[in-house]
């Protein structure tokens, strides 16, 4: 028997429980701190990861392609003659302390290169032509090594002519995007057409053109630089001239997202990021000529579609509410520590907060119980005794 509990109170030891012990603890900094924990991760659950962050959507990263066309200045403005554009040498020989050369027009569709499918394309603002002096009679096509302007060649401006131009009047060209977009667990399909928004103005916070009623978003290029904090081309691009000269490059940005008040309808924010530093030029095929190099410096215009697009989900719904359930744990935790560890009465805490209900005080409460069922036992038993003698006196009968 001594050797069966001895066993039973190993394996008690061995194999013992803690269970969580409720104690209410009568002090106001505790009680403050769990309170403004418990507001604070409310607040954040339901406010910010529910409703500002929408937590409540199943999110996708948007997919989807552009196209771009170029259009010659309307009406309203229309193209001048050369000599009222102060960059052109037909005006004046310099601005702003920079050479201005002759200029030439283009089309919409051939200041635009590659094709409004391609992505990158360059808006032509000059472009150089240099060709061999010493190309002979047989280059109108390649068919003699002499044909070939190598780059050592066209480095030297003494085996060739070169010419350069600028573009006229690019600035009021208007560049027309029409952008699609797909969201797979959304399952929406939809163009511009379909959505709101337009080209977005970060310093106003204003919307440049918002789409409405037509099938793409339309702006001026004079408008586009500004998006991206170019204010004129023909100040210092940092490479030794001018924007209008050496070129820049522009990262336009779609950015997609929900409506809050509305997760099925989706909007949209074009804006615009200059990169600086970014070699433009762009070079035209042999095909196109021969004995000569034709290249092209411009406005290098770049779009990348971002931002979330996302449909009522439950399940993401759940995990941010459990989320908030975490935040839960961790503040209850962090003030139970400061009730043992920090405050001057953790001592007194620590002693109410644990009972080590070891195994000698429960083999005593057994023990007691054990007692208790035995001294019943034996009561019962003296008055059943009790009631057989009384039946069995004369007294009975």
């Known amino acids: 028997m001594m050797q069966k509990m001895k066993t039973r109170a190993f394996w008690d030891d061995a194999l013992s429980y803690s269970t969580v012990k409720i104690c209410k603890i009568h002090d106001w900094r505790l009680g403050a701190l769990h309170y403004g924990f418990m507001i604070g991760i409310l607040l954040y659950v339901f406010v910010y990861a529910v409703y500002w962050n929408q937590g409540y959507l199943q999110k996708d990263v948007p997919v989807g392609n552009i196209r771009t066309s170029i259009g010659t200045p309307p009406d309203s403005v229309g193209l001048q003659t050369s000599n009222n554009y102060p960059y ?53 096509v390649n068919t003699q090594p002499s044909c070939i302007v190598t780059d050592a060649q066209a480095a030297n401006n003494t085996l060739g002519t070169t010419v350069r131009y600028f573009t006229a009047g690019i600035e009021d060209y208007t560049l027309y995007l029409e952008h699609t977009v797909f969201g797979k667990s959304s399952g929406f399909v939809g163009r511009n057409a379909d959505m709101t928004g337009g080209f977005y103005d970060r310093d106003t916070g204003k919307y440049i ?103 009522f989900s439950f399940p993401a719904l759940l995990t941010a509410i459990i989320g908030g359930a975490v935040l839960v744990g961790a503040a209850t935790t962090l003030v139970d520590l400061m009730a043992l560890y920090i405050l001057p009465e953790k001592k007194f805490y620590t002693m109410r907060k644990f009972d080590d209900n070891d195994a000698n005080e429960r083999r005593k409460y057994e023990e007691e119980e054990t007692k208790a069922k035995f001294e019943e036992q034996e009561r019962k038993s003296a008055r059943e005794l009790v009631t057989v003698d009384i039946s069995k006196s004369p007294e009975a009968v």
């Open 88 to 140: 052109c040498l037909e005006s004046q020989a310099q601005s702003n302390g920079f050479n201005n050369l002759p200029c030439i027009y283009y089309s919409g569709n051939s200041v635009q290169i590659p094709d409004g499918l391609s992505n990158p394309f360059l808006l032509v603002t000059r472009t150089k032509n240099h060709t061999l002096n010493n190309a002979g009679a047989d280059c109108p």
């Open 209 to 311: 053109s918002p789409t409405t009623n037509r099938t793409g978003d339309i702006i001026t290029i004079r408008d586009l630089l500004k998006l991206a904090g170019v204010n004129s081309l023909d100040v210092a691009s940092g490479l030794g001239n001018t924007y209008r000269y050496d070129g820049v490059q522009i990262m336009v940005l779609l950015e997609y997202s929900s409506r809050l008040s509305n997760s099925s309808h989706f909007e949209y924010k074009i804006t615009a990021r200059l990169i600086q530093g970014v070699d433009t030029a762009l070079y035209a095929p042999d095909d196109e000529v021969t004995s000569s190099v034709l290249s092209r410096y411009g406005v290098m215009v770049g779009f990348v579609q971002t931002g979330t697009i996302g449909v």
